[in-house]
């Protein structure tokens, strides 16, 4: 089956400490995610992807296609951070491509 | 990235009546999405809009509840029909930005039922 997993809802942790945002794959062909994000009161926006291997935002994410993961990192957090935070697998079909989400943490950076 | 207009942006209505969700694009694009989310969950996809033929609907999803036009490359509707609190949600519309930027979103149409 195609899916995506989150395992965690809620995740907490305070300024400057560290943050990882699991996020685990079942795919049968090659795969290509996204972290998406949204923010209190805004529309869901991209934040990377893994095929361009970018850091935005002082986030990073890489592919383990061993473990079948694709982790969102970032070595000190900010209060400003604190966002819902989903994981997406973009999946390959004969009649095109679409998106399948993971269910979301909420991720909360206390001061 | 595409730049996408959806409205409402709100809207609470009584049950049993319809409500058509418009979302334009600033470019033309091949396929729209079109995804429900509801309280306290995660994005689920409805239905993969492309012009010129009938919309894809995923599991559990029916045309006749959620009738889906595109008429042209730049715009799609979505309507819920028929509506129940149930159907109290935040639907979102979609394209995949051809640039390599991936999907992007609308802001989204909060409906309540009452």
């Known amino acids: 089956a195609q899916r995506v997993t989150q395992p965690e809802k809620l995740l907490s942790v305070f300024k400057g400490a560290p943050v990882e945002l699991k996020c685990n794959y079942s795919?049968?062909?090659?795969?290509?995610l996204f972290w998406y994000v949204q923010y209190s009161r805004q529309r869901l926006q991209l934040l990377l992807r893994?095929?361009s291997r970018e850091s935005i935002k002082g986030f990073t994410a890489d592919l383990n296609k061993g473990e079948t993961s694709f982790h969102l990192k970032k070595p000190f957090a900010q209060e400003e951070d604190s966002a819902m935070y989903y994981c997406a697998l973009k999946i390959e079909e004969t009649s095109g491509s679409r998106l399948t989400f993971g269910e979301g943490t909420q991720l909360t950076v206390n001061p | 990235s595409a730049v996408i207009s959806q409205k409402p942006s709100r809207d609470i209505c009584q049950r049993g009546t319809s409500l058509t969700i418009q979302c334009q694009v600033d470019s033309q694009v091949t396929m729209m999405f079109w995804y429900r989310q509801q309280p306290g969950q995660s994005l689920t996809l409805i239905a993969t809009a492309n012009q010129g033929s009938e919309a894809t609907y995923e599991s559990g999803f029916v045309i006749d509840k959620f009738p889906i036009s595109r008429p042209n490359l730049t715009f799609s509707t979505l309507t819920v029909s028929n509506m129940s609190p149930e159907d109290s949600s935040i639907y979102l519309c979609s394209v995949e930005d051809l640039l390599g930027y991936g999907y992007t979103f609308g802001s989204g149409t909060r409906l309540t039922v009452v």
């Open positions: 893994h095929i």
């Open positions: 795919y049968s062909g090659s795969p290509e």
